[in-house]
């Protein structure tokens, strides 16, 4: 599988963007996908996730603020970020085959290229 990420940028603060992760090869096998961040000295966190089903998770930093939909003809899941905020500014990275273990998720074996966000404020 492999991903391929598009869509960051730099944004104000208040402003929004879409980010994309495109998938191709075995994409059949994929159970959930989903855009985890890293910003500069922190741990990589899980910022949304969506299963094949369409059923949906987000970090309660973001409820609210950003949606998370795929595309599964298009094998393309889209994070929709509004409201954005300068602690939003991180690398985004795309992440395939995550799993769910009771409340906790772990990341899958794929992932794409980080795309930077940066909301100036």
């Known amino acids: 599988v492999q991903l391929q990420a598009s869509g960051g940028g730099l944004v104000q603060a208040g402003g929004s963007l879409r980010l994309s992760c495109a998938a191709s090869?075995?994409?059949?096998?994929?159970?959930?996908i989903g855009w985890y961040r890293q910003a500069p000295g922190k741990r990589r966190e899980l910022v949304a996730a969506i299963s094949s089903g369409g059923s949906t998770n987000y970090a309660d930093s973001v409820k609210g603020r950003f949606t998370i939909s795929r595309d599964n003809v298009k094998n393309t899941v889209y994070l929709q970020m509004n409201s954005l905020k300068p602690e939003d500014t991180a690398v985004y990275y795309c992440?395939?085959?995550?799993?769910?273990?009771?409340?906790?998720?772990?990341?899958?074996?794929?992932w794409g290229v980080g795309t930077q966000v940066t909301v100036s404020s």
């Open positions: 090869g075995s994409t059949f096998s994929i159970n959930a």
């Open positions: 992440n395939a085959d995550l799993f769910q273990d009771g409340s906790t998720w772990y990341a899958g074996d794929y």
